[in-house]
């Protein structure tokens, strides 16, 4: 059922590989056999193999497909988002940045409204400067990998009268109280644990023989600086 492009792909084994093409042009599909064939016909172990897509809808049908050509051997693969990956390093690794094991993720509603307890403590005017707008300059710095002490005053001393750097610090330190984080904190306390514990890196490394990324476009993101540390 593959066209001859798409079976170059699958037929891939060493190396880098990358696949331009279309919307609807079977590149998921691609992929799929690809891992079912290093699998079933190049004696790679299931769980040497990281598949990364964006969606969780992607991920689920991705997982779908996989084991309708292998089995139950395709549960043994990493194969997730971004997010649902990282989620799992980071409980295997949580004490590093402070955490439990079994933190939890906490919702944007939630994650607003903690932000405006602090904003508030903080005499700051959240009328003029909503919470949820603070939420989502946080959610923008997290998505270039910037944590609190990254960042400048002159940066940002429009917003909150200058105070929007100590929220952000605050904030971070009320989620590791509350054994929490929010899902931009899930590729970054990977970055922490990834850049600081170098051993940790390696160890993914060794587990880690064929990476696969499904649709991946933005090079200017966290999500690149997640893929270049891991691969």
Not at 117 to 129: P, R, S, V
């Amino acid at each position: 059922s593959l066209n001859n492009q798409q079976l170059q792909a699958v037929k891939h084994v060493y190396g880098p590989l990358l696949v331009v093409a279309g919307a609807g042009s079977g590149k998921t599909k691609a992929l799929t056999h690809r891992i079912a064939n290093l699998i079933e016909n190049n004696s790679v172990d299931p769980y040497n193999i990281l598949a990364v897509t964006f969606t969780n809808k992607a991920a689920k049908e991705m997982r779908i497909r996989l084991e309708s050509l292998i089995g139950p051997s395709a549960n043994s693969v990493w194969l997730g988002t971004f997010h649902s990956i990282a989620a799992r390093i980071l409980r295997e690794n949580a004490e590093i940045v402070r955490l439990s094991s079994n933190y939890t993720i906490i919702t944007p509603d939630d994650q607003v409204r903690l932000l405006k307890q602090i904003m508030l403590d903080d005499e700051i005017d959240i009328k003029k400067f909503t919470p949820k707008s603070m939420s989502n300059l946080i959610g923008k710095w997290k998505d270039k990998g910037y944590k609190p002490e990254d960042l400048k005053i002159s940066d940002i001393d429009y917003f909150a009268n200058g105070k929007a750097i100590n929220v952000y610090k605050t904030y971070q330190m009320r989620l590791i109280t509350l054994n929490s984080a929010d899902f931009g904190d899930l590729l970054l306390h990977n970055l922490t644990i990834f850049s600081k514990y170098p051993d940790i890196l390696n160890q993914y490394h060794s587990k880690i023989s064929y990476f696969l990324v499904d649709e991946y476009q933005d090079t200017n993101t966290i999500q690149y600086l997640w893929l270049k540390l891991l691969a």
